[in-house]
């Protein structure tokens, strides 16, 4: 097999660019909040033939977004100069809310989504409110404004809300 060609700093300036991308249901997280950029391989850099592979995972199977995320990484990478893109969708292993990263989940509660929740992998009632912290809360729907979410009420302060749905 060969070598993959490594610049770390290509890499590097690569995941600072995907950073800029976020996602189109919520657009206050980047795809990179989101966990949804498995890997950047680099197989030539740009000296030379600018070939660059990314491995994108969905957060749930089936997301219509990843269709849009997608389109938008390989635009960034067009704009960036690599004349090769491939973009793999990874089913396995499959996303699970620990690839979100922290700094994602205290976005989304400040944008006014509760984050996931492992102990609420079925959303139930009683998921915190985003808004005023309260417990005090009830389903209203398993589907919220997108698939990926379900929408709550809260009894306190009588917010409706998103709740972001764990995998
Ligand atoms: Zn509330």
Redesign the pocket.
């Known amino acids: 097999m060969k070598a993959l060609v490594t610049d770390p700093n290509e890499i590097q300036e690569c995941y600072a660019l995907l950073a800029t991308i976020h996602d189109p249901e919520i657009p206050v997280l980047s795809i990179l909040d989101l966990g949804i950029v498995r890997n950047i391989e680099l197989l030539h850099s740009l000296q030379t033939e600018g070939h660059i592979r990314v491995t994108i995972t969905a957060t749930y199977t089936g997301c219509p977004a990843m269709d849009t995320i997608a389109a938008l990484i390989r635009m960034e990478l067009l704009k960036k100069g690599y004349k090769t893109i491939e973009i793999i969708s990874a089913i396995a292993p499959a996303w699970t809310t620990d690839w979100m990263s922290q700094e994602g989940k205290e976005k989304l509660k400040a944008y006014g989504i509760a984050p996931p929740d492992k102990r609420f992998a079925i959303p139930v009632d009683g998921i915190e409110?985003p808004?005023?912290g309260?417990s005090n809360t009830r389903l209203l729907s398993e589907f919220g404004s997108t698939a990926c979410k379900s929408l709550l009420q809260?009894n306190?302060?009588a917010?409706p809300f998103d709740y972001f749905k764990c995998h």
């Open positions: 409110c808004q005023c309260s809260c306190n302060c917010e």
